[in-house]
């Protein structure tokens, strides 16, 4: 049902400079976006009845494209670097009103959405797109407030994407075509020349990233989220491709999220009302929550079918290796409605160390804890971002530092005085290779790395005997139900001891070069912590 009734919203998009559109769809329904995307021939059905799109060029976020404007909100409080690019406000003028001036003639989707789990921090948002499928990705990822709240609430934040509007770099001040600028005087995002839906997600997530730590000392976190039936919550911290949605889908637990969270005084809560999980290589036996997810208004991006069929092939990579699907939180059977956990009790840093080195499973300590979190070591996982087309290591502080307008030392701080508030217990689990790096040794299983994990939350390495790693320092336990024993210890799954203690050499070096821009801010407990290179 079109909703037209509810607000004027011609007028509204007139004061934004929106004006002689051809039609205007204001929040639809999940059913009339997919029979409108189909109309429009910009997406197929697939047997489930999720629909599937294309996303164009673009098929992962472009980080070199997104800006913040300098302005005099922003100036002295984001950390300009290579993420947190600045764009004179002049120039988002400009870019202003090339994209307003676009939707000219064209069909616009407008929906009224909002962001934060819990009522004191909620967010209202206004997402303004040109196809209707966006606005289905816009439905899917935030939260959807109820049909009589709509006529009172007006939109704290705006974005508006337009795929179609092209930047020209030598006037616009874009470095090509495609760009996501973020105002946060003006408090709008402006998304042109992509059509990945991600970029939208990602830019409420850093305005978030701003607001609830500069203004509300609420600790903004990359993370998953989950709770026990005894009402523990458990957080996985890890960049795209490490397990947080994977393994934070736990049949014996409630989801509270799979990406993106806040840290109150009183718990945790999610920031979005849905999730964007990766496809490729899905299967209902690895990952049975998320493949049962994938039906009627689910949203699946750049899968391709078995031929002459309209069945997903989950393992097509012919696009990206970055496939997507966004549906509803509630897809989840066991998702907590509402998404808000308690504080804390467990917190996992998911790595994907394409080295082979660190162990599946160790225990920090508060020290090491930090160090590991500002350093975020990772592997960029295939076709998350552009132009990243196999594993590549590297440094993400906090384990999101695209997403971080603020310096990594004021997350890291807050995160600190909470753990040992609250004495959090934390682990590093590594979800990449076991018995060499990659290409020669294999993925870590993903029931083994289940098995560690629930024998964490379960308190069940709590008992066991630990040794240090030599290198790192990380406490590694010399026993876990489920999981052979050999495999704990990864020197031990090495054909070669010397030419691991040699990588493990290597990746400590790079540990240490990356944290010497951030040595200033650290107190001696978590300099300690950094491993023998």
Not at 432 to 443: C, F, I, L, N, V
Request: hydrophobic share 35%; proline share 5%; charged share 20%.
């Amino acid at each position: 049902m079109q909703i037209s009734s509810v607000r004027d919203t011609l007028r509204e998009l007139r004061e934004l400079g929106i004006e002689n559109t051809a039609d205007v769809h204001y929040q639809l329904t999940p059913e009339e976006l997919t029979a409108q995307t189909l109309a429009r021939k910009q997406g197929s059905l697939s047997e489930t009845g999720a629909l599937v799109v294309n996303t164009g060029e673009f098929t992962g976020r472009s980080p070199k494209d997104k800006f913040i404007v300098k302005d005099s909100i922003t100036a002295t409080t984001v950390n300009w670097n290579d993420f947190n690019l600045p764009f004179s406000a002049e120039n988002f003028d400009r870019l202003y009103q090339k994209v307003t001036r676009y939707f000219a003639g064209k069909s616009v989707w407008v929906r009224d959405c909002q962001a934060c789990a819990d009522p004191e921090y909620r967010l209202n948002i206004r997402v303004i797109t040109e196809t209707p499928w966006a606005s289905l990705f816009a439905y899917n990822m935030f939260l959807r407030p109820h049909e009589e709240d709509l006529e009172q609430m007006d939109p704290d934040w705006t974005v508006i994407q337009a795929p179609g509007c092209m930047a020209d770099p030598a006037t616009d001040g874009t470095r090509q075509h495609n760009f996501a600028v973020v105002n946060f005087t003006k408090k709008m995002i402006l998304i042109g020349g992509s059509a990945y839906t991600g970029e939208i997600k990602k830019g409420i997530f850093t305005i978030l990233n701003y607001v609830l730590p500069h203004e509300k000392n609420v600790l903004s976190m990359h993370c998953s989220a989950n709770q026990g039936r005894n009402g523990d919550t458990a957080v996985f911290f890890g960049l795209s491709g490490t397990g947080k949605t994977t393994l934070s889908a736990d049949p014996e637990r409630k989801l509270i999220g799979d990406d993106e969270h806040g840290w109150t005084n009183s718990g945790v809560f999610n920031f979005e009302g849905g999730c964007y999980a990766k496809t490729i290589d899905l299967s209902e036996e690895k990952e049975p929550q998320i493949f049962h997810a994938i039906r009627e208004g689910a949203l699946v991006e750049n899968i391709g079918f078995f031929p002459g069929t309209h069945k997903i092939n989950y393992a097509d990579k012919t696009i990206t290796e970055n496939t997507r699907v966004s549906y509803p939180l509630h897809y989840i059977d066991n998702a907590l409605e509402p998404s808000i956990g308690s504080l804390p009790k467990n917190i996992f840093f998911l790595t994907c160390d394409a080295y082979g080195v660190l162990p599946p499973i160790s225990r920090l300590s508060p020290g090491q804890a930090m160090y590991q979190f500002i350093s975020g070591y990772t592997a960029k996982v295939a076709g998350t971002e552009a132009g990243v087309t196999e594993p590549k290591s590297t440094f993400s502080a906090c384990f999101g530092a695209p997403f971080l307008p603020l310096h990594p030392a004021r997350y890291a701080q807050m995160l600190g005085e909470r753990l040992r508030k609250h004495e959090v217990n934390v682990w590093l689990i590594n979800t990449g290779w076991t018995g060499g790096a990659y290409g020669t040794g294999s993925r870590i299983k993903l029931n083994l790395t289940r098995a560690m994990i629930s024998a964490a939350l379960k308190g069940e390495l709590e008992k066991v005997a630990y040794k240090n790693h030599e290198v790192f320092g990380v406490s590694i336990p010399e026993s876990c139900p489920g999981v052979p024993a050999e495999i704990l210890d990864p020197r031990n799954t090495w054909a070669d001891g010397a030419a691991y203690d040699k990588q493990a050499k290597d990746l400590a070096g790079q540990f240490v070069k990356n944290f010497e821009k951030y040595a200033a801010q650290a107190d001696k407990e978590i300099l300690a912590a950094a491993p023998k290179a």
